[in-house]
T-cell receptor, first 112, second 114 residues
Framework: GENVEQHPSTLSVQEGDSAVIKCTYS??????FPWYKQELGKGPQLIID?????GEKKDQRIAVTLNKTAKHFSLHITETQPEDSAVYFC???????????FGPGTSLSVIP | KAGVTQTPRYLIKTRGQQVTLSCSPI?????VSWYQQTPGQGLQFLFE???????NKGNFPGRFSGRQFSNSRSEMNVSTLELGDSALYLC?????????????FGDGTRLSIL
């Protein structure tokens, strides 16, 4: 069945360093890959997404890369700040309307 | 522009009861999806509605059902509650006209079963 794996499950970085979260997906028909940030007591917030017709997308300190051949995609956060601390989820969709499959999440801690 | 609104924020029920959760999507959004979030299983897709029709369904038992109204607001119902139904239930909305439109989540309803 459809599956999305995500690594690492926890990540601690010093403020100002970069953080990288990696995901793999199983369904080769997937063509939409959103990333969400979830803070305590809140719902997931869409931070960036990428579609299969592009290999990389940037938005200020956040970038996503996609390797469709390998079925890998990654989130890169540069110059991390304490407010980046949260749980990050990758997801894959594209096989059926708005249905997306989520990865298990990465808990990111940015140490001041 | 108001975000996705879910009510109530918290609910406590006992086994065997039923519950109805409500979701008001962002204005103009016609697709509403529901997810269950638990520490052990993560975020799992329940179902998606578009123009009052269920377009997608996840792998949950028939005790979980939903509906969508003509104003795009959606409700989710869980009957014969079990302890394992304790979770955060999240609703997300999108324009929905094409596949894989960006989904925007509400803050969820925390359901606790005693």
């Amino acid at each position: 069945g459809e599956n999305v794996e995500q690594h690492p499950s926890t990540l601690s970085v010093q403020e100002g360093d970069s953080a990288v979260i990696k995901c793999t997906y199983s369904d080769s028909a997937s063509n939409y890959f959103p990333w969400y940030k979830q803070e305590l007591g809140k719902g997931p917030q869409l931070i960036i997404d990428i579609r299969s017709n592009v290999g990389e997308k940037k938005d200020q300190r956040i970038a996503v890369t996609l390797n469709k051949t390998a079925k890998h995609f990654s989130l890169h956060i540069t110059e991390t700040q304490p407010e980046d601390s949260a749980v990050y989820f990758c997801a894959a969709g594209g096989t059926s309307y708005d249905k997306v499959i989520f990865g298990p999440g990465t808990s990111l801690s940015v140490i001041p | 522009k108001a975000g996705v609104t879910q009510t109530p924020r918290y609910l406590i029920k006992t086994r065997g009861q039923q519950v109805t959760l409500s979701c008001s999507p962002i204005s103009g959004h016609r697709s509403v999806s529901w997810y269950q979030q638990t520490p052990g299983q993560g975020l799992q897709f329940l179902f998606e509605y578009f123009s009052e029709t269920q377009r997608n369904k996840g792998n949950f038992p028939g005790r979980f059902s939903g509906r969508q109204f003509s104003n795009s607001r959606s409700e989710m119902n869980v009957s014969t509650l079990e302890l394992g139904d304790s979770a955060l239930y999240l609703c997300a909305s999108s324009f929905g006209g094409e596949s894989n439109q960006p989904q925007h989540f509400g803050d969820g309803t925390r359901l606790s079963i005693l």
